[in-house]
Every structure is written in C-alpha cells, then in structure tokens.
C-alpha cells in the first residue's frame, strides 16, 4: 500500500493543533514536524518522482535539500513551483530543533512553549501548501 502523505499530514496537523491548545507543547512540536515531513515527502512524489521520500527517512534538512537539488527540469520545475517553499527558510525553527529521536526526551529539556508557537506558525505554512496541492487537484 502506498503512503498517503496527504491524510497523514492532516491527521498530524490536527493532532499538532489539538496538543498545543491542551499546553502538551512537547509532543506538539513532535507532530508538527511531522506535518513538514508529510508537505516535503508529498511534494518530492509528485510526478516523476523528484526523490524517493522513504530513502530520506525522517530528515527534514536532507528532504529540503534534495527537493530544491533535484527539481531542475523545466517540466517538473514549471508543475512543482507554486507549491514549493523552502523550509530551511519558511519552517527555520522546525529545521532547526526538530529531531523525531527528541520524542525520547525529558519533555522540559527542550521543546517548550515559545518553540511550539513558532513550529505552530511553520507547520501551517506547509499545511497551507498542501491544501493549496489540494484544491487545484494537483494531488
């Protein structure tokens, strides 16, 4: 069976949302990531499939990386563009300081609060991105 980046994206976003509002900041900062992931790996598997998203695992720097590398033809470049964003730019602190290994830490050693209001604004972002793939039924 195929990922379904799309579903998962929206399941994470809600649960990201739903986490941050109950204060639980650490474990939204989790799904948030995961939100970033889902936009990245979606939009690497558009059409002839710019990376393989399941050989980049879960990092987010690397997925950016390749997509803003690989999408160089005309074709792909011209179809991908209004949906792509650079998240090293968009999404900086989620580039920064998520890690999926970090769901393993004391939750007051390092996502908080003020980290989860900036990953809340970027998750969004890639969120927004996806919806936008979404109703030009461009996925």
């Not at 399941?11 to 990245?40: P, T, W």
């Not at 980049?56 to 033809?73: A, D, F, G, K, P």
């Not at 949906?83 to 393993?104: E, F, G, S, T």
Request: glycine fraction near 2%.
């Amino acid at each position: 069976m195929a990922d379904n980046f799309l579903d998962t994206a929206e399941r994470m976003r809600d649960s990201c949302i739903f986490l941050h509002k109950q204060k639980h900041f650490h474990n939204a900062c989790y799904m948030a990531g995961y939100v970033v992931e889902c936009y990245l790996k979606l939009v690497g598997s558009i059409g002839s499939s710019v990376f393989n998203p399941l050989a980049v695992r879960h990092n987010i720097n690397r997925m950016n990386t390749e997509l803003n590398y690989r999408v160089t033809s005309a074709t792909t470049l011209s179809a991908i563009r209004p949906y792509l964003i650079d998240v090293a730019v968009d999404c900086p602190n989620i580039c920064a300081a998520w890690d999926p290994l970090k769901r393993y830490e004391d939750k007051s050693l390092s996502w908080n609060e003020a980290l989860s209001n900036e990953f809340q604004i970027e998750q969004e972002k890639c969120f927004d991105m996806i919806n936008k793939m979404a109703f030009n039924s461009f996925i």
